[in-house]
């Protein structure tokens, strides 16, 4: 398992991707690899065993509790620390202030986006699609913290050249904040654009205050090997970013 470099001491981030010495083998090949995800009609007992080789792998670094989300490309975010809801959470944001309690989100072309402070007490996790990023994901996990986050990860994503949008989603994107324009490439198709779906994100991380940004530079649609891609192909599984504080 590798982690992400230059963080805080004590805080841990990766990525899943789809070849795992201990994914279990599927009768789907659409499903094939570690697929993380239980909405994608894939055997539900085969997805827990690969949630629970997390739970094991994590278990070295002292987490004993792991939280999943009903993602919905919303723009809620919860904190959650020592409470375990009955029922799964929906929405697209984790911040928890507790160590030992990793933060999970699943992707396959969405950007997942951690977030922390400068003391390794506090972590945030966010799905960020790019309905999620035009309606406010990103500004609103930063609200949910107790503490100014001063970094930023960004996993793997669909990159622009792989990612053609309509004029509207610029036009969503440029009305909030025009500087966007730049994150927008004319596509090959009249009246489409490319949108850099990182270039965006770091932006709006800019305008918090967050200058160290770890990450952007992966393609899920590209990089068939790694990484689940929807755009690829629509019946697909998921990888989970983490975050937790040892």
Known sequence: MQFVQGLPQGVYVGQTQVQHDQAQPSSSTELEGFNLALHVHDDPQRVQQHRMTLLNEFSAFGVDKITWMTQTH?????????????????????????????????????????????????????????????????????????????????????????????????EIFCSKYPA?????????NQ?????????????????????QVFGGDQCTYRQAEHYYSYRRNAKTGRMATFVFMQ
């Open 74 to 170: 919303s723009t809620i975010c919860h904190t959650i620390n020592e409470q375990i809801p009955f029922d799964a959470l929906e929405g697209d944001g984790l911040v928890t202030q507790t160590k030992g309690h990793a933060l999970m989100m699943m992707t396959a072309d969405c950007l997942p986006v951690v977030l922390g402070n400068a003391e390794g007490t506090e972590i945030a996790n966010l799905h960020a699609g790019w309905r999620g990023l035009a309606n406010g994901i990103i500004e609103n996990t930063i609200e949910e913290m107790q503490s100014e986050p001063t970094w930023a990860w960004l996993g793997a994503a669909i990159s622009q050249p792989c990612f053609e949008v309509g004029a509207e989603v610029k």
């Open 191 to 211: 009246g489409k654009y490319q949108a850099d779906l990182y270039a965006i994100a770091r932006y709006i991380l800019n305008q918090f205050g967050i200058r």
């Open 180 to 188: 966007l324009s730049s994150a927008f490439e004319n596509g090959e």
